[in-house]
C-alpha cells in the first residue's frame, strides 16, 4: 500500500491489539522490501542503460511498457538476432501455441509449456497496459473517433517484417 494514510486507516480497523500488532508487522517488512526492490531496480535500470541503452530505450516509448515491463523483456529476451524469424520469437516467448501437424492432418497442440513464462507474462501485461493507453489516447471524446497509433519495429530488419502496430 503506497498510501501512507491507507496503512495507517488499516491499524486502526481492527480493535484486536494482536491483529494491529500483525498489521504492524506485515507493514514494517512491506516497506524494507520497498526499499530493498527500489535500490535493485534502480541498479538493473542503471546496467540498461548502460549495457543495452538503445534497446531499452526503444521499450520504453511503447505505450503499456514501463521500467519493469522494459526490463524484463530486455534481460529475458536477451540478443534478439538469435531468433531467425518472427514465428520463432512468438514461439520462444509463448504468444502462439505449438502446432502437431503429420501429413497434411493437425492433431491436438503439443510442447505447450516450451518457452519462456517470463517473456509470456511481460508481453500479456504489455498489451493490457498498451489497450488501455491506446484505447485512452486514440478515442477523442468529443467524436469517440478512432486514430491509428503509430506503428513499431521491435526486430531486425533482416526479419523482413518491418513494423507492428498495437
Known amino acids: 500500500m503506497k498510501n501512507v494514510s491507507a496503512r495507517e486507516q488499516l491499524g486502526k480497523t481492527y480493535d484486536d491489539p494482536l491483529v494491529q500488532r500483525n498489521i504492524d508487522l506485515d507493514m514494517t517488512v512491506l516497506e524494507c522490501y ?52 518472427v514465428q520463432k520469437f512468438a514461439s520462444y516467448s509463448r504468444l502462439i501455441k505449438c502446432k502437431a501437424e503429420s501429413a497434411g492432418k493437425a492433431y491436438d497442440t503439443q510442447g505447450n509449456k516450451i518457452g519462456n513464462t517470463h517473456l509470456k507474462w511481460a508481453f500479456s501485461e504489455c498489451f493490457i497496459c498498451a489497450a488501455i493507453q491506446v484505447h485512452k489516447s486514440c478515442c477523442n471524446s468529443s467524436r469517440n473517433a478512432w486514430v491509428k497509433p503509430k506503428p513499431y519495429r521491435l526486430w531486425p530488419t533482416s526479419w523482413g517484417v518491418q513494423s507492428i502496430s498495437c
Open 34 to 85: 520497498h526499499r530493498e526492490l527500489s535500490q535493485v531496480e534502480w541498479l538493473l535500470e542503471k546496467q540498461a542503460k548502460k549495457h543495452q541503452p538503445t534497446y531499452y530505450h526503444l521499450l520504453t516509448t511503447i505505450p503499456g511498457v514501463g521500467r519493469i515491463l522494459a526490463l524484463t523483456i530486455l534481460y529475458e529476451v536477451g540478443n534478439i538476432r538469435r531468433f531467425d524469424s
